[in-house]
């Protein structure tokens, strides 16, 4: 309950940044799992790819996570949350990120 009112406020806050509801469970599940791939996130968050690419511009544009290309396979790109998003995990929702 509290963690939905945590979503609710920092949704409609003025003063917050506008995340999406799947940019914020995004940024959560990259605290727990160093990186992804594009295809792990959208298969995780079960969206269309038009979507995605919102949620990852958004992201990225906050400077809230950082994309970089595999070094295995250069093709795919690897996602991770930056120091930024972790801080605004902790500052909106009391989210504790090692």
């Known amino acids: 309950m509290l963690e939905s009112k945590a979503l609710y406020k920092a949704y409609t806050s003025k003063s917050s940044l506008t995340i999406t509801v799947g940019g914020i469970l995004l940024l959560k ?13 959208k298969l ?29 396979d250069g093709r795919r790109k690897l996602v991770s949350i930056s120091k930024k ?5 902790a500052k909106e929702f009391e989210y504790i990120v090692d």
């Open 29 to 41: 599940q990259l605290t727990l799992i160093e990186t992804m791939t594009i295809e792990d996130i």
């Open 44 to 72: 995780f968050l079960r969206i269309s790819n038009t979507k995605l690419k919102k949620i990852i511009s958004q992201l990225e544009g906050n400077k809230f996570i950082e994309i970089t290309k595999d070094p295995v």
């Open 85 to 89: 998003g972790k801080d605004y995990l």
